[in-house]
């Protein structure tokens, strides 16, 4: 079971098929944050948010016997911020740091099988579950460093 932990935490952290997390989030100009590339693109807060959103979501529904999911899809995408600061950024990027950060504490947490089936759920593992944030991430992640890239800002 440690070694298959030890995957998932490596594929959590990005890497090995993707760019790992820190290297497509961190140090993104203040300029770019808000800004789409092209009208029909998100800007790199929108999707940073949307993946806060969403990992939070599974780590919560993996959790919290009486956990509510946001309602899909209006409530897993931030509505653009016409008002735009460092603060919006910084609790974005700070709530998906600390939920990421809690997602590794359960992979790695002894007492969780992974194979298990959720105790408060019927059908879902917590495998499938980290396996659903590695993918997720993984996808939203890329399309951050395409609009860095479209941006100048990689």
Same mark, same amino acid.
């Given at each position: 079971? !440690?070694?298959?932990r030890?995957h #998932? #935490?490596?594929s *959590?952290k990005g890497? $090995? @098929?993707f760019?790992? /997390? !820190?290297k497509a %989030?961190?140090?993104v100009?203040p300029a770019? +944050?808000?800004? &789409? =590339?092209?009208?029909?693109?998100h800007?790199i807060?929108?999707?940073l !948010?949307? /993946? +806060?959103?969403? $990992? ?13 999911? =946001?309602k899909w =899809?209006?409530e897993y995408? =931030?509505?653009?911020? @016409?008002?735009?600061?460092d !603060? ?13 950060n809690? #997602? /590794? ?5 002894p007492?969780?099988? *992974?194979?298990? %089936?959720?105790?408060h &759920?019927t059908a879902?593992t917590?495998? +499938?579950?980290?396996l659903?944030?590695?993918e997720h991430? @993984?996808?939203? *992640?890329?399309?951050?460093?395409? /609009? +860095?890239k @479209?941006l100048n800002d990689?």
């Amino acid at each position: 079971m !440690e070694k298959l932990r030890k995957h #998932v #935490v490596n594929s *959590l952290k990005g890497g $090995q @098929a993707f760019v790992p /997390i !820190e290297k497509a %989030i961190n140090n993104v100009s203040p300029a770019v +944050r808000n800004i &789409k =590339p092209y009208e029909n693109l998100h800007s790199i807060w929108e999707k940073l !948010e949307h /993946i +806060r959103i969403v $990992q939070e979501d599974i780590l919560k529904y993996m959790i919290n016997l009486d956990w509510q999911s =946001p309602k899909w =899809p209006e409530e897993y995408w =931030p509505k653009p911020a @016409a008002h735009f600061s460092d !603060e919006k950024w910084n609790n974005t990027y700070n709530g998906f740091i600390n939920n990421f950060n809690n #997602v /590794i504490k359960l992979v790695n947490d002894p007492t969780i099988d *992974l194979l298990a %089936i959720i105790p408060h &759920k019927t059908a879902h593992t917590y495998l +499938r579950e980290f396996l659903i944030i590695v993918e997720h991430n @993984a996808y939203h *992640l890329g399309k951050i460093v395409d /609009i +860095r890239k @479209a941006l100048n800002d990689w």
